[in-house]
Every structure is written in C-alpha cells, then in structure tokens.
T-cell receptor, first 114, second 114 residues
C-alpha cells in the first residue's frame, strides 16, 4: 500500500497570505489528523476528520481550518498567516474506527512565513 | 499542551549499546505509541501498547507501560548508527472525543556514534 502523501513539501508565504495544504491518506483509511510541529511548542494536534466530518479539534485559532472529501483526502487551510505559523505540518491517517488505532504519518509540509 | 515528559532530552551512546528512553504522562490513556523522526521529516510508527498491556516487543524494541505510575519506557537494544533520530511518545486519551488525537511528549534526541 502507498503511504500517506502530503503536498506541497515546502512552501514560502508572506504574512497576511493564506495557504492550503493537502493530505492523501492510506487507501482504505477514513480518518485524517493534522498536527503542527514547531521547535518551541513541539507536536500539537490541530484537528481530525472522519468521513468528511470534523470529529475532534485542538486549541488553535479559527484561522486554522480543514475539510475532508468523499475520497478521504483532506486539506488544511491557514488564513491571514503570521510569522508564528512557520512550522512543519504533518498529517496522519488511520482507520478511525477504534480509539486504539495506529496513526501513520506523511512526510510533512514545511511552511515558512516571511 | 504537552501531555507527557520525556527523559532524557538527549542521549548519546556508542553503537552496540542499549538505549533507554522514558515517558511520563498525566491523564488516563487508552494507548501509548512510540514514533521516530529523522531530521524534521515525517514520523515513523514504532510500536503501540494498549493500556491493558504491560510489555511489547518488536525486533530490537521493547516497550513497557506502567499505568499506575503513568509512565512508559522504550528500550532499543544493540543500537546502530541508523537509530540516530528523535523519539517521541504519544498518548491516546481514554474516553470522550479521543478519536484521531494523539498528545505528544517533547521527545528524546538519540545519537548513536559508530
């Protein structure tokens, strides 16, 4: 099976712009979770989508949003970018059917905000 | 916010030695997972241990879980230079809307010298 893919791998944006990141889960997986990784805050959970519905959400401002399509692919959007949004954004896929579920991560999108 | 603390923050050993990393967490969990990350890339899943399990093995990896002490340890035996990476523990919380959400520790940076 192909692994989790994320596009693009690298992005450079300026403050105030918006950005959309994409994640394609492992075939058959219906859950996609998004995480932000920064040197200061570490790995933090953004939100999780299952069958096109947001099922869980972390403590991030409303500028961070996401959606999931019927084929389980997910997108994450950040509006009005701030310098502090520079981070590695990781998505993970799982079956989503049980709590004890291994999450498989993609390679990440490195976002730099200038 | 971080659920767990990892100890040590950095570990430097020689090839062939064993490496032990510890993780403590604060609230009741459903499962605990260990991941490896090389140089800011995606996370690679190593092992998952459920809250009703005490020990699991996978190749050169041994994970223990003590729910009474809210702690886990990862042992890598006969380490290799290729094991050089950051290692993270991540907890899946018990109950509530815990689907798809992992809470990560700050990680241990392991360096294995040839």
């Amino acid at each position: 099976k192909a692994g989790v893919t994320q596009t693009p791998r690298y992005l450079i944006k300026t403050r105030g712009q918006q950005v959309t990141l994409s994640c394609s889960p492992i075939s058959g997986h219906r859950s996609v979770s998004w995480y932000q990784q920064t040197p200061g805050q570490g790995l933090q959970f953004l939100f999780e989508y299952f069958s096109e519905t947001q099922r869980n959400k972390g403590n991030f401002p409303g500028r961070f949003s996401g959606r999931q399509f019927s084929n389980s692919r997910s997108e994450m959007n950040v509006s009005t970018l701030e310098l502090g949004d520079s981070a590695l954004y990781l998505c993970a896929s799982s079956s989503g059917l049980v709590r004890t579920d291994t999450q498989y991560f993609g390679p990440g999108t490195r976002l730099t905000v200038l | 916010s971080q659920q767990g603390e990892e100890d040590p923050q950095a570990l430097s050993i020689q090839e062939g030695e064993n490496a032990t990393m510890n993780c403590s967490y604060k609230t009741s969990i459903n499962n605990l997972q260990w991941y490896r990350q090389n140089s800011g890339r995606g996370l690679v899943h190593l092992i998952l241990i459920r809250s009703n399990e005490r020990e699991k093995h996978s190749g050169r990896l041994r994970v223990t879980l003590d729910t009474s002490k809210k702690s886990s340890s990862l042992l890598i035996t006969a380490s290799r230079a290729a094991d050089t990476a950051s290692y993270f523990c991540a907890t899946g919380l018990a109950g509530g809307t815990s689907y798809g959400k992992l809470t990560f520790g700050q990680g241990t940076i392991l360096t294995v010298h040839p």
